[in-house]
């Protein structure tokens, strides 16, 4: 980070100025008794992504008080927007949903935090309506990666279409009644044609991929924008990178059994790779992609996040940041 770890206070020093609050795990943990918990084990095994091992006590640790924290912003927002439009004299109501953004590396378990977190805000007391979108379909299809010569950097900034990730959060927080995004597959590597993904006026978004929360881009005359001015709540997934490299060489051996498998993978030649080859691929891979990335675009957005998620070895989450409103 370029705010140095010690220069974030924790919630009981005041004494240091900071735009983050730390919680340490147990401090955390204190919070769990203000919102009930409505999972089963078998429904967090369910979402748990593959190599991203989730119980229980890390449900009711972590996301069982941040799912209260995250009921008190939603509310937030919904008075406010009803006392504005009682100030301005408004009539009518446009739908606006509450939008959350992920953000992190490959492998550290973001589509485990989108996923559970979804199923959790869905079982709140009023059963909201929550849908979930990945910035993956927003990526341009191969043949246009090709043909710009960025086929190799899939992941990094400019692989996906941001003007259209941008145009669907606006229609968004327009109150657009109903939008499509594109569908990707991590089977064939590549946007699956006319496949699309509805989304119909949820009281809550997630939005989850590696740079949603890029800077705007600075072009001479132009007013920009990022896709994180759409947000209304964020979290950055953290980790070391030696543990989130281990992370993705496990996962990149277990999906030889599973997704490289299939007749139709992109990566079905990995499929027969002895262990020891594999490893050295994954490795090889993290080293040229996945590690620049993380590197020169996606850690560089830590900050810009309203939450920053801290895990261990195991993918325990040991410590948080809040920032301070």
């Known amino acids: 980070m370029s705010v140095r770890d010690n220069a974030y206070v924790t919630c009981t020093d005041t004494h240091e100025f900071s735009p983050f609050v730390r ?47 995250l009921q008190l912003y939603v509310d937030g927002r919904r008075r406010t927007a009803k ?61 246009i990666l090709d043909k710009k010569g960025i086929l190799a950097r899939k992941g990094f900034p400019e692989s996906y279409d941001r003007a ?38 949820p009281d809550i978004l997630i939005v989850e991929g590696l740079n949603v929360l890029q800077p705007p881009r600075v072009v001479p005359g132009y007013v920009s924008v990022a896709v994180s001015d759409y947000f209304d709540f964020s979290i950055y997934v953290d980790a070391s990178e030696e543990n989130i490299e281990q992370w993705y060489v496990d996962r990149f051996l277990e999906l030889r059994k599973t997704a490289f498998s299939k007749a139709d993978s992109f990566f079905k030649t990995y499929a027969n790779l002895s262990n020891e080859e594999a490893e050295a691929t994954a490795r090889m891979i993290w080293a040229a992609i996945n590690l620049p990335n993380l590197r020169e675009n996606i850690s560089a957005t830590r900050e810009r996040a309203t939450m920053v998620f801290r895990k261990d070895s195991s993918h325990r989450v040991e410590s948080l940041l809040l920032r301070r409103d």
Do not use: C
């Open 23 to 69: 919680f340490e795990r147990e401090e955390w943990d204190r919070l769990v008794e203000r919102t009930p918990l409505p999972l089963t084990q078998e429904d967090i095994t369910r979402i748990a992504s593959l190599g991203d091992p989730i119980d229980m006590s890390e449900v009711d640790a972590i996301y069982r008080p941040l799912t209260a924290l």
């Open 83 to 143: 006392e504005r439009r009682a100030f301005l004299g408004e009539t009518g109501e446009i739908h606006t949903p509450f939008v959350i953004g992920i953000a992190g590396s490959v492998a550290v378990g973001k589509s485990t935090v989108a996923r559970l977190l979804q199923l959790l805000l869905q079982r709140w007391a009023h059963t909201p309506r929550v849908d979930l979108v990945t910035t993956d379909g927003f990526l341009y299809p191969n043949k």
């Open 164 to 201: 259209a990730l941008i145009d669907f959060l606006a229609a968004v927080k327009s109150g657009a009644p109903e939008l499509e995004v594109p569908v990707y597959s991590h089977v064939v590597y590549d946007i699956v044609e006319g496949e699309k993904l509805r989304i119909q006026q």
